[in-house]
């Protein structure tokens, strides 16, 4: 039977379990032995991170073949528009290449929102808005750099669902069993 763990990866927190220059890493938090993280979450992003002990598990989370959907909550700086919502729904120009078409809508501040040390920055003259975002790619940055390309850099980021697997009821650094 395969071992699944449900991580609310803390925003700061590096997505592995040891690092040469001692900054947090999930060591921290996850104690189980042999269990490794189906992709990652860069350390200034927060919420779920899906560790298991099963190889063949850890790849169809992982694989984009599988079109496991990736749900974010998005901070961004500015007002989202209709048009920049339907750019993301389109597929956004990166260095890379376009990246597939995205499930994207405006939201209000999430409910469950928890408080994030340091502070997001706020800007007297400029709003912010939160949209989600859903992806079934997992490029480096991929979130943070299509918000960027159409014009609203992200200020928070939080993965809120994995395929079925969601962070319901998981404060920042709890974890549960699946």
């Known amino acids: 039977m395969s071992k699944i763990i449900l991580l609310n990866k803390p925003y700061g927190v590096l997505c592995q379990f040891t690092d040469s220059e001692n900054r947090p890493t999930l060591a921290s938090y996850i104690h189980e032995k042999n269990v490794y993280a189906a992709g990652r979450l860069d350390k200034d992003s927060e919420g779920l991170v899906i560790l298991t002990d099963d190889g063949k598990l850890q790849n169809k989370i992982t694989d984009p073949e599988h079109k496991l959907v990736k ?12 048009k920049s919502l339907e ?7 990166l260095k890379d290449g376009i990246t597939k078409p995205a499930e994207a809508k405006r939201i209000e501040e999430p409910h469950y929102l928890w408080p994030r040390e340091p502070a997001i920055r706020k800007r007297k003259n400029i709003p912010t808005s939160w949209l989600e975002l859903k992806i079934t790619e997992g490029r480096n940055r991929q979130v943070r750099r299509m918000t960027a390309a159409v014009g609203h850099p992200t200020l928070r980021l939080i993965r809120v669902q994995i395929g079925n697997w969601d962070l319901v009821g998981l404060l920042p650094g709890e974890s549960r069993l699946a």
């Open 71 to 82: 749900t974010y909550n998005v901070q961004v700086e500015g007002e989202i528009t209709e």
């Open 87 to 93: 750019l993301l729904r389109q597929g956004v120009k």
